[in-house]
């Protein structure tokens, strides 16, 4: 459930060697890699460079969204999965089989890459969850102390000195 924290730093010397490395804070592993200047560049290789590393940049960010969207809807399956173990005797059947068929719902679509799909039913889930909290408040309220009930209190008498 966490997220990697990676270390990234570059290192350009004197001569224009460029020296990346990756560093796992986690596993403590690093890769790096060394790179030379050879020749320069035609404006026309420069140019298609940055065209690839535009069209990438729109494919890494839907990656990103995809990725994000997947988290998102893994934390809300296992917060919801733990909340009806918790309480699942105390809501009713209905709500508890919704939950569940939701939770599946979302289980499935997150496998896919729809990003409309897997959003759709994290909301749908997050939504019927909260009927867990209205059904626990309902059922709270409906249970009322009786008379004799809760603290006693005595009468007494009060004299300033």
């Known amino acids: 459930r966490g997220i990697p924290q990676i270390e990234v730093t570059f290192d350009i010397d004197a001569n224009g060697i460029l020296t990346a490395t990756a560093k796992d804070k986690a ?3 690093s ?3 060394r790179i030379e200047g050879s020749i320069g560049l035609s404006k026309e290789d420069v140019e298609r460079m940055k065209r690839e590393a535009e ?5 890494d ?5 995809l ?4 988290n998102i809807a893994d934390s809300l399956v296992y917060t919801s999965e733990k909340t009806l173990r918790e309480v699942g005797d105390k809501i009713s059947s209905e709500t508890k089989k919704e939950i569940e068929g939701k939770i599946n719902e979302l ?3 997150k496998e896919g890459d729809n990003i409309e799909d897997i959003k759709s ?3 749908e889930l997050s939504q019927v969850i909260q009927k867990i909290g209205a059904e626990m408040y309902r059922a709270a309220g409906e249970k009322k102390p009786e008379e004799g009930e809760g603290p006693k209190a005595e009468e007494g008498e009060y004299k300033e000195k």
């Open 27 to 29: 596993t403590g592993k």
């Open 31 to 33: 890769q790096s890699i």
């Open 67 to 70: 990725s994000e969207a997947k």
């Open 61 to 65: 960010q839907k990656k990103r969204e």
């Open 107 to 109: 289980k499935k679509v």
């Open 121 to 123: 039913k994290t909301s």
């Open 55 to 59: 069209l990438h940049a729109k494919e």
